[in-house]
């Protein structure tokens, strides 16, 4: 076999770890979403899009649409809160949120149209990314989800499919059908005996792990990340010691799309972004998520570093088909978990 | 004359179109222990869930002369409402240590350290397994965690769902022993059994709940002597 | 013996059936061209909804991967008739057939998934056959297949869109018609049961599994079949209409419309269809830019219709019709029925029955005996095991070990459905009934082991002197129970009283030698109690054996002939009313310990 040579199998190695580690973050937000708020979070992997595509139009100094998206989802969502707030006979802490929403819109308006056309350096473009994709979560969790707080697994499923739709949507009108890629955030290459790396892998390794040690620490560490975890656990618990589902959601979407963001921009210097990359983006966190069975966080990890090694020796060999492969790898896995995943009956004492 | 904590008045509420508690009334004194009893079906549970706002319900709720009319479940919690619930529903996953950690979830402050030994020191057995995952406690165990997880709330008013469910009598014994000590710490209790006996002994009044509605109701003393309850239950 | 005058009139719907078949027929006629080839598109997607009507609206199974066996439908006649020169008419059942066998194939390995994970293997193979068709050389890759031939029919090709228009307008009609004869047939009431959970379904006796195949296959052979009406009416093929994208419309269609109704399926693709040409005129212009900007629009149309109507919209125009009427059939053939065992000969004996859940002895050797005729209570406090022992006799769960023979078989290791046709019909605990059905319709669910017609022949209505036989049947028990006269009304507006009642029904038109109520008294008034004691007492003297798990202490004193007391998992007490009334740890297990010889506190 080709792929076992010496001089091509460290380089398909190192390029599947490379994305098998974004894969493993996503694959973490979507085990992450999925325990919290039950949704099947299929646009996931639009964040990553977002992220890398938000990250090249300040590259270009322009003003990056993901902007009007967050102003437009800003301005619904306080609408909405506060006609609900409205509706308890609270309407002045109504106006309260549309006057402090507002305030915010401006502030981000002012910031982001100041900051773009500078070309400021890398670092502070990729925090203006993080500050205008992260938004996104908590916000489209507020119009899209909540609302359907009390629907089923499915139906919740069926609106993350029509979300996934809209957003790919959208990218195109923000970003146009070309693909992008954003610079490297560091030039070069380090050789370790026979076996080259670049410093650009090499740090979306290492961030991918960091960022994994940091969500580790905030579930077991912090009393927000402990809540997330209860509410995960058991929905009505935690309700009981006055976690509300909303703000867990809320939480848990930020974080999505947090992971999300980082995930594109940490791939965007090695992987040509378009605005519709992110459904097969996601779907491969989601074939390691559920090798994990949207459960375990380890096991979702380690297989989305799976599929990126399969999918890197794959194009290698049969380009053509990676995908086919890829997503047929799914049905077997999906047989597997859910002969193993017992079901209690409903009729008890 | 004590001030009531909780006032219920007319209570109604439906699972879609079949009326579970049909126009429910009572009183929980300031400080005083309160026993709703009842056979399966009869709607204690429903009285307890609309009670903290896990169910929508009409008629009037007055906890310390407010109304709880749209307040959610969560700022009742915060407001000292405390449910201790018929399934327990504790964080099974997660160790008994963070289970009680997260009892203290709605007191933003950091002074919830104190209530920790306190509930330690309470429930010995809890300190011995606080680094054990809740779901492999035994039913008695599961039950003193559930407890010590809602006084870590540090409520006025705890409502209790039937805690001595599948318990060994033994065990019921020492849970409503620290209930009465609970009392005698000032915090009110209102206790959904159908141990009829034993949770009346600790009662100071107390209702009986017939298909959604009080059949009848007084003094915990006099309720317990009364021959219909013991027809009701032996059919005697 | 019927209340004529409770069955609904429904002239008034057929006559506007009428119009609007008429109004169908008309279209192709009167249209502009163009409109007719929209007409003819949302025809055939039309016929792809219908399945997933069937599929995830009633049966409660979402599918994103319709779209790729109309592919297989498609590609399948395409091959055989632009490059091999076959008849179309030929290629039609090559095509359901291939459709067909890759469903089974896929439905095998995909239907035992639970909940979640059967949409997301739709998600799966819909990109993987996607990427099939465009990877395959023989497929024509990306490109397509062109030059594929029209039908024609005596001798005219259906060339020009009118024309084509009807056959489309045809095929549609059988299909919804066959839909329709479905859904109100044996096979339709359990698909609607099987869709909350297969609990009562495999209580009265349907393979849950096994339907879900069937009906599986036959939403991909609606499929399979418009995919052959679209290669033909478009005369070639390529990948892209039967991506995932595509398969993800279906499912907006029938959200969209109404999923659990066939002409709300059918609004969904015209609907849907109208906005998508609509919004390729003006999107471009108003975004100065090319793209398919539609799903923008479909998106956030299907999460409002979620949020703000989650039944779709064909419910809301339903609304302003009048209701459905019920159709009851002449009876011309009789249900079989079961020979009664002897009073007094032994029915069901369990013998040191163990059920284990992890570490939690649910039940510890358990051991009892009922004989035909009798009414056996088994009680105990909440948590002592009760329901656990029911479930044991029902098949729900095995046990982990000893043995429960059931008419003198062996029914330890059975499935709750082959324990029913032995004879065994139950209530549950928590009412389930389908409360937008009939009084009349669940009753009918009941005597689903009693009957025999499958898919095929309920789809041709050729089931019909079986169905007015259950008809009778159920209106017999309804009757027996004292709810004959709102045999019309629907399950949901009934009082909880008149639900657990109704169960009793439909658990007696299995025709059961042993009935198993699940605490029928919890939640009744007064009145309500004495009423079903009357009919249990009713129904004993009519032959009927029952095994009463109970609560109510009153109730279950005056009625059964004997009693099993449970407490902690374990039989505390057996024997007379009176013997178990004076069992002095059966007052301790119902009044609970007395806290004040101790001293409370």
Known sequence: MQIFDPTIFPILAADGLTNGAVYALLALALVLVFAVTRVIFIPQGEFVVFGTLTLATLQLGRTPGTLWLVLALLGIAALMEAFSLARNGQARRGLVTVGVAALLGVGTWAVTDWLAPLKAPLWVQVILTLGLVAPLGPLLYRVVYQPLQNATVLVLLIASVALHLVLTGLALVFFGPEGSRTPAFFEGNLTLGQVTLSWQSLLVIVASAALMLGLYLFFERTMPGKALRATAVNRLGARLVGISPSSAGMLTFTLAALIGALGGVLIGPSVAVTYDSGFLIGLKGFVGAIIGGLVSYPLAAAGAILVGLIESFASFSLSAWKEVIVFTLILPVLLWRSLTTRHIPEDEE | MTSNLLEVRDLHTRYGRVEALSGVSLEVPAGHIVSVIGANGAGKTTLMNSVMGILPSTGELIYEGQPLRGIPLETRVARGISLVPERRDLFASMSVADNLTLGAYSRRQQKWRGDLDHVYERFSRLLERRKQLAGTLSGGEQQMLAIGRALMGKPRLLLLDEPSLGLAPLIVRDILRIVKQLQAEGVTVLLVEQNARASLAISDSGYVLETGEVKLSGPARELAQNPELTASYLGG | ?601
Not at chain 3, 140 to 159: C, Y
Not at chain 3, 307 to 320: K, M, N, S, T
């Open chain 3, 1 to 601: 013996m019927i209340p004529s005058q409770t069955v609904p009139k429904s002239s008034f719907r057929l006559g506007l059936s009428v119009a609007a078949v008429l109004i169908a027929l008309s279209l192709p006629l009167l249209l502009p061209l163009f409109q007719v080839t929209l007409l003819t598109n949302i025809l055939i997607f039309s016929i792809v909804v219908t399945g997933l009507v069937l599929l995830t609206g009633i049966l409660g199974l979402t599918s994103f991967g319709q779209a790729a066996f109309m592919g297989v439908g498609a590609y399948t006649t395409a091959v055989l008739t632009a490059q091999m020169g076959w008849n179309p008419w030929l290629s039609l059942p090559v095509s359901l057939l291939v459709t067909g066998l890759i469903a089974w194939f896929l439905g095998l390995l995909t239907l035992r998934m639970q909940g979640h994970y059967l949409p997301l293997a739709t998600i799966a193979w819909g990109i993987s056959l996607f990427y099939v068709f465009g990877n395959t050389p023989a497929l024509g890759g990306f490109t397509g297949l062109t030059d594929i031939p029209p039908i024609s029919v005596f001798g005219l090709e259906l060339t020009s869109p009118r024309n084509f228009a009807y056959l489309a307008l045809i095929c549609l009609g059988l299909v919804a018609l066959g839909a329709q004869f479905l859904l109100s047939s044996r096979t339709g009431r359990a698909m609607r049961a099987l869709r909350g959970g297969p609990l009562v379904a495999e209580a009265f006796g349907v393979s849950a599994f096994g339907l879900r195949v069937q009906v599986f296959i036959l939403a991909a052979l609606m499929a399979a079949l418009a995919g052959w009406l679209y290669a033909h009416s478009q005369r070639f093929v390529n990948p892209t209409p039967f991506g995932l994208q595509a398969g993800i419309e279906y499912l907006f269609m029938a959200v969209v419309g109404g999923s659990q109704h066939v002409w709300g399926g059918v609004m969904g693709a015209g609907l849907i269809t109208q906005i998508r040409e609509q919004l390729r005129d003006i999107l471009p212009g108003l975004l100065g830019q090319q793209g398919n900007f539609e799903v923008i629009v479909f998106g956030a149309l299907v999460i409002l219709v979620l949020q703000f109507a989650r039944q779709g919209l064909w419910p809301l125009l339903e609304r302003l019709l009048p209701q459905e009427g019920i159709r009851i059939l002449p009876q011309r053939e009789k249900l079989s029925q079961r020979a009664r065992p002897a009073p007094g000969t032994p029915l069901l004996s369990v013998q040191h029955a163990v059920k284990q859940f992890g570490g939690l002895r649910a039940v510890g050797d358990v051991s009892f005996d009922l004989q035909a005729g009798e009414i056996l209570g088994l009680i105990g406090p909440n948590g002592a095991g009760k329901s656990t022992m029911f479930n044991l006799i029902t098949g729900v769960n095995p046990a982990t070990s000893g043995q429960i023979s059931f008419m003198g078989q062996d029914i330890s290791r059975r499935s709750a459905g082959q324990i029913h046709r032995l004879g065994l019909s139950r209530t549950f605990q928590h009412v389930h009934l389908l409360p937008d059905l009939t009084l009349l319709e669940n009753t009918m669910m009941g005597g689903y082991a009693r009957g025999r017609a499958g898919i095929v022949r309920s789809l041709l209505h050729l089931e019909r002197g079986e169905e007015a036989a259950l008809q009778h049947e159920a209106l017999r028990q309804l009757e027996r129970v004292g709810l004959g006269a709102q045999a019309f009304t629907l399950a949901g507006n009934l009082a909880l009283g008149q639900q657990r009642v109704l169960e009793i029904a439909r658990a007696l038109v299995a025709d059961p030698t042993l009935l198993l109520l699940d605490e029928p008294a919890a939640g009744l008034r007064y009145g309500e109690k004495a009423e079903l004691v009357a009919l249990l007492r009713k129904l004993r003297e009519e032959g009927i054996t029952i095994l009463l798990v109970e609560h109510d202490m009153d109730l279950v004193m005056g009625l059964v002939d004997r009693l099993v007391v449970m407490n902690y998992g374990e039989k505390l007490a057996e024997g007379s009313p009176q013997q178990v009334r004076d069992n002095a740890d059966v007052r301790e297990a119902y009044l609970g310990v007395d806290m004040e010889e101790e001293g409370a506190a």
